[in-house]
């Protein structure tokens, strides 16, 4: 067992996205939920300030009501971590049953490729970019992405580490509510796209991430390159939320706030807005307990599943009611400093999406195909291009960001998401994972060097040219 980690900040990149409510029958749950999905304002920021996570327990994660969070910082100012005695960790297993790697395996070092850091295959580029401000006052952009050197040729293995986390919600008096499982969404979630291989025009018999990954590099990417995920559920937690929770403002006042609503999605199932402060806890404890466990490794890309579970903000002056909505998922990486090398274990937080809930297409494996991505093109959330300008907008607008977030760009856009049908013997479902932007389209240049001279993919009309330099400088 890895000793405990004593500081483990956390960077995050976040999907963002609200969008009026696709319509349902009647509606059961809290109105406060619907009303937040409807009316909630898009905040697309990548980045967010760092949580330092310093212990945990593992198991059932839950809280007591001497629990008090900073509503700037998100810390926990007192209280600690308990264990509860139901719902225990579950078997582990699941996985998908395909033969996903092509050609031959190729190595990688022990620790990764990076010099001073132990953590998963990653490569290094660059980029000049033809246009645009930037806070550096550079053209050349670094980046470092997921897999190796795509001229080099070859196929990467990236095992998957997969939490799959449930919720128990309780009443103000501590009884139970309601519990919400992933357990439905298992299946769908192991043979969708993102590890079924099939079809693309980057290549046949390959995994969603790794067409898209291909589709950038395809005219310069040696022979059978290819970056695999092998996903394994290594734990099923339950996570017990309260009620309520405390929350310390600026001016030292403690307050009482709603810490989850809940609705029902069109096909039945509870879905849950979960106050984002409650949860960027529980996700730093259960993380830290599976990195502790050894379930979580550096070699991987770990994933933390949840069902239907969209985080939104503190509403200060009405702390019962949603602030900002909806969250549905981030990547990240978690790290101890001091240690040489220095381990990271790259991360992501995706939930379900029941049909629905969000326009847009925003569905199943929509937030789960987008983190992934972002993963793969930015697994330390440090790669910096031109200030962009998010696509769709008025050309005075001054919506803007500079980094190398893949997903971001297209999730503004109506034709966010392209269906994809998986077929297997007796299984049969059609997924919406998220059209991804490309490389080139950050290099705001006339032409495109990537497959077929596209900016986007699968769909390469979403964004028929490079990203436009954002109207007002640095962004």
């Not at 308990?82 to 996985?95: D, L, R």
């Not at 050609?103 to 990076?114: A, E, H």
């Not at 128990?168 to 590890?195: C, I, M, W």
């Not at 939104?312 to 009611?321: E, Q």
Request: hydrophobic share 40%; charged share 10%.
């Amino acid at each position: 067992m890895r000793s405990s980690p004593r500081f483990i900040p956390v960077f995050l990149g976040l999907l963002v996205v609200a969008f009026a409510i696709a319509g349902y029958g009647q509606q059961s749950g809290d109105p406060e939920a619907y009303t937040a999905v409807a009316n909630g304002q898009a905040g697309l920021s990548s980045l967010k300030p760092a949580v330092d996570v310093t212990s945990t327990q593992g198991g059932v994660i839950t809280i007591g009501s001497n629990f008090v969070f900073d509503a700037d910082t998100g810390a926990l100012v007192s209280g600690g971590v308990g264990q509860a005695s139901v719902n225990t960790a579950a078997g582990i297993g699941g996985g998908n049953d395909d033969q996903l790697v092509m050609g031959f395996v190729r190595p990688t070092p022990k620790g990764g490729n990076l010099p001073g850091l132990d953590t998963l295959a990653t490569f290094d580029g660059a980029f000049f970019a033809q246009a645009g401000p930037s806070s550096t006052g550079t053209r050349i952009f670094r980046f470092t992405m997921m897999g190796q050197d795509p001229q080099g040729g070859g196929t990467t293995v990236i095992p998957t580490r997969i939490s799959e986390v449930s919720l128990q919600l309780l009443n103000a008096d501590g009884t139970v509510f309601q519990n919400v499982s992933y357990a439905p969404f298992e299946q769908r979630s192991l043979e969708s796209p993102n590890y079924e291989p099939l079809n693309y025009r980057s290549g046949h018999n390959i995994e969603y991430a790794d067409a898209v990954h291909r589709a950038q590099f395809f005219n310069v990417m040696g022979q059978l390159w290819h970056t695999v995920l092998v996903p394994h559920i290594v734990n099923r937690v339950t996570v017990v939320v309260p009620r309520f929770v405390n929350v310390r403002l600026s001016n030292g006042t403690i307050i009482q706030a709603r810490s989850y609503f809940t609705g029902t999605a069109a096909d039945g199932s509870t879905f849950v807005l979960m106050l984002n402060l409650l949860f960027n806890f529980f996700f730093g404890e259960e993380v830290v307990s599976e990195i502790n466990a050894g379930n979580f490794t550096t070699n991987g890309l770990n994933q933390t599943w949840f069902p239907n579970t969209y985080l939104f903000s503190l509403n200060v002056n009405n702390p019962n009611t949603p602030g900002g909505c909806c969250v549905l998922g981030f990547h990240t990486y978690f790290f101890e400093p001091g240690a040489i090398p220095q381990p990271r274990w790259v991360t992501l937080y995706q939930s379900w999406i029941s049909p629905g809930i969000f326009g847009g297409g925003f569905q199943d494996v929509t937030a789960m195909s987008h983190e992934i991505a972002e993963s793969f093109g930015d697994p330390f959330i440090d790669n910096l291009t031109p200030s962009w300008q998010f696509p769709g907008q008025p050309a005075t607008s001054k919506f803007c960001q500079g980094n190398l977030e893949e997903g971001d760009p297209i999730e503004v856009l109506a034709n966010a998401t392209t269906p994809i049908t998986v077929q297997e013997g007796s299984f049969n479902f059609t997924y919406h994972p998220q059209n991804i932007p490309l490389l080139q389209w950050f290099e705001m240049g006339q032409s495109s060097s990537a497959i077929d001279g596209a900016f986007s993919f699968p769909d390469v009309r979403v964004l028929p040219h490079s990203a436009r330099p954002c109207p007002n400088g640095v962004g």
